[in-house]
């Protein structure tokens, strides 16, 4: 990242700011939930967002009031920046009562319509169908806010994405499509699984604009997702943006990740850590001072801990709740 006055594509210190402490949040809330896994205090399927946190921090600073958001089972990052209390989530993980989804959803099935984000979801790509969905619906109820649908490069593959792209683009759905594209989806190379590997052009069978972006730079992220937005609320109809990035942890926490080398995980949290990179334009700028650094992740770091007491404190749900919520 430069360091002039206003930085990246007119991204200004005070959005920096804000960018680096969604993204230390998410990081360090994650960290935690890895660490509570371990010691068995959350179990099921877990799947980490470190190393991609430039992306939801870079999109969510231009979530509106009547937005909604929806995303697949790597969704912790996803539901924080919504506004759900990093608490509720960790609940949610360990199982507990009090968790987003009562406990009974665990980390794949996170929900908080209230805010906007309708998950959370385990079947891969079913997302992009209920986001377009939701797209839909806003639009035939006549309201002002746009849909912002994530799904991975494993799931871009799945054929009922190219039947939604049709429809967004047909019907001009308030949708933005974003691509997060780590490279390895569950575990295989994207080069040995998709034909096309520029994932911004796969809406363009159905005339669906599309960009690719630096997912590692939160400046590039906010300034292609503020365009995108902007667009579509203009009424331009979908957008796709593939946003490259790179996890650092393995597909999920049973994964051992043996596909690729120490070495290029290694290299990629040297050169291209999406924090590092951000703290290093904001301290060579002179838009921060380390004791500032030092108290925003003081202050996240509390939070975290307090969230994962109170998780570990909270009963669990009763024998009888084990049938309700059930649609049948």
Avoid at 136 to 145: L, R, S, V, W
Wanted: proline letters at 3%; a neutral charge.
């Amino acid at each position: 990242m430069k360091s002039d006055g206003q930085g990246k594509a007119g991204f200004t210190p005070e959005q920096a700011k804000a960018a680096y402490h969604t993204m230390l949040l998410v990081r360090r809330f994650e960290e935690k939930v890895a660490q509570m896994y371990g010691l068995g205090l959350i179990g099921g399927y877990c799947h980490l967002y470190i190393g991609q946190e430039a992306i939801i921090a870079g999109v969510a600073a231009h979530y509106h009031d009547g937005d909604q958001m929806i995303t697949g089972y790597r969704d912790h990052a996803h539901a924080l920046a919504c506004g759900v209390d990093p608490r509720r989530v960790l609940a949610e993980l360990a199982g507990r009562r009090n968790g987003l989804s009562k406990g009974k959803g665990g980390s794949m099935h996170l929900f908080a319509p209230q805010l906007g984000f309708f998950g959370g979801h385990g079947i891969v790509g079913a997302q992009v169908s209920l986001g377009t969905g939701l797209a839909f619906a806003m639009q035939h109820q006549k309201k002002n806010g746009v849909v912002i649908c994530f799904f991975g490069d494993g799931a871009a593959n799945q054929g009922q994405v190219y039947e939604c792209f049709n429809m967004a683009q047909l019907w001009r759905l308030p949708i933005l499509y974003i691509i997060e594209n780590n490279r390895y989806a569950m575990g295989t190379p994207v080069m040995r699984a998709s034909a096309v590997t520029d994932f911004s052009r796969r809406g363009t069978a159905f005339d669906v604009p599309g960009a690719r972006v630096d997912g590692m730079d939160v400046a590039a992220v906010h300034a292609a997702t503020g365009a995108a937005l902007a667009a579509i609320r203009a009424g331009g109809g979908p957008r796709i943006l593939e946003m490259q990035t790179y996890r650092y942890r393995g597909h999920s926490m049973a994964d051992p990740a043996k596909y690729r080398s120490a070495e290029e995980v290694q290299k990629m949290r040297e050169t291209q850590d999406p924090i590092d990179q951000l703290r290093d334009w904001l301290l060579q700028g002179g838009h921060i001072s380390e004791s500032e650094l030092r108290a925003i992740e003081t202050g996240v770091r509390a939070r975290i801990s307090e969230a994962a007491e109170y998780a570990a404190h909270q009963p669990e749900p009763d024998a009888a709740e084990l049938m309700t919520d059930v649609l049948a």
